[in-house]
């Protein structure tokens, strides 16, 4: 049994939100992430019929945005460098809800952790995907995933201070 | 702080993130009150976890126009009004199956159900009125389906597979905790529809809805231990979701005197 067409597009545009959450995390700049977003929306669209039914419609998604990154990054190569970390931070803000001080310096601690360490506690940690299917996401190991989770927290913790990370 | 061998840094990891088999956290979660530098990491962990959870919302902005059109989404809606799923992400996030309901007879609710979805609740008042479905089953504006009425009430009462009401049209089968420890009831309404509800601070959401040919209410009674009556789908999806054996009638009694509450 499989969802229609038209109940997996509701499901996607149910899903937007987060997907444009993770293109940010990704990207670290708005337009790159909807622009991440519409291309990973056009290609699921375009290959509904791979995705199975019984398996999450999320993950799916994230690695469809996964290796749509990873080709826009080769493509663009060494012309038009990817935004330095510490300047992209600037350009995302999230919503208006919540502090803004404490997410501002979160925003740039996360900016500053390597991609491949940036998607997995991405991931787990703000989209809350078992390490299973994060592991999935990104095409590797469940031990590769535990050791880029535990090297992310640690350089996380270590810029935001031991004494700070109470909010 | 004596830094953790890396055993150890893994292991809180992965308590913390709900991921150690339950036969290490067994062995684990003694050491808690022995070792500060363990406990202190799983605190500094979950605080960490908390951080970011509150730093990243869900992105709730003006869909943009082209990616509105590739979802048929209505422009207009669109630019205008953000669409609203997901606004409760500490929910979302923490319950990633519980809001992933499916409709293998998508067409006919969707009347009812999709806008809400599609629209998040701006085609359609979040308290939705009309027949059947529709009057057990409120569609919040991020799209989430919180049980009403009869169903709700039958969800919080029925235990034993006691019927209340015989007249009822609303049938409430087993009883099982998903993996957040929330207590989920399986349902079937008259109008042939059927699926699994979790107790929620906001109420009975609905984690899985299936209507038509597979659902069947009957008699409300019969229900429970007709449990071959439930459709493949929803075993499976209980299999999927539940965390132990399913509760009998003792246990229900007990869950129903604690109101549910994980």
């Given amino acids: 049994m499989s969802l229609s067409p038209v109940a997996l597009r509701a499901e996607i545009a149910a899903l937007l939100p987060r997907l444009r959450r993770f293109g940010r995390s990704v990207t670290h700049h708005r337009e790159d992430a909807d622009d991440l977003v519409q291309i990973a929306v056009e290609r699921a669209l375009k290959h509904l019929d791979q995705w199975q039914d019984g398996t999450r419609l ?12 990873i080709d826009e990054v080769r493509a663009r190569g060494r012309r038009d460098e990817v935004l ?8 995302v803000g999230f919503s208006e809800t919540g502090s803004r001080d404490i997410r501002l310096s979160i925003d740039k601690a996360m900016a500053r952790l390597p991609e491949e360490q940036r998607m997995a506690v991405s991931l787990v940690l703000v989209e809350g995907l078992p390490y299973k299917e994060a592991a999935e996401v990104l095409g590797i190991p469940i031990g590769t995933l535990t050791s880029r989770l535990a090297r992310g927290r640690d350089a996380l913790q270590a810029m935001l201070g031991d004494g700070d990370i109470t909010p | 702080m004596t830094p953790l061998n890396e055993h150890d840094r893994i292991a809180v990891m992965a308590y913390v993130d709900g991921e150690l088999p339950p036969e290490d956290v067994a062995l684990f979660e003694p050491r808690l009150a022995l070792e500060p530098a363990l406990a202190g990491a799983v605190a500094r962990e979950r605080a960490l976890r908390a951080r970011l959870h509150s730093a990243f919302a869900p992105v709730d902005e003006p869909v943009p126009a082209a990616l509105a059109d590739l979802l048929g989404l209505p422009e207009a809606t669109a630019a205008n009004d953000p669409l609203p799923a997901g606004t409760n992400d500490t929910a979302r996030a923490t319950l990633p199956h519980a809001r992933r309901w499916r409709w293998p007879e998508w067409a006919t609710m969707a009347a009812c159900l999709a806008l809400g979805v599609v629209l998040g609740g701006r085609a359609l008042a979040p308290h939705a009125a009309g027949g059947g479905d529709m009057l057990a089953l409120n569609v919040a504006p991020d799209g989430a389906i919180t049980a009403q009425g009869a169903l709700r009430d039958a969800l919080e009462q029925h235990v034993g597979g006691t019927v209340l009401d015989p007249n009822a049209k609303v049938g409430v089968g087993l009883t099982f905790r998903n993996h957040d420890r929330q207590y989920c009831r399986t349902f079937a309404l008259d109008s042939a529809s059927s699926g699994i509800a979790c107790k929620q601070s906001e109420g009975w959401v609905v984690a899985q809805l299936e209507h038509g040919r597979n659902a069947r209410a009957g008699e409300a009674g019969g229900y429970r231990t007709a449990a071959s009556s439930l459709s493949p789908t929803l075993l499976t999806a209980i299999d999927a979701m539940r965390d132990g054996d399913t509760l009998d009638a003792a246990g229900e009694e007990a869950a129903k005197g604690k109101g549910w509450k994980p």
């Fill in chain 1, 58 to 69: 999320d993950s799916w998604l994230f690695r469809i945005m996964k290796n749509a990154w």
């Fill in chain 1, 84 to 91: 330095a970390p510490e300047e992209a931070g600037e350009h």
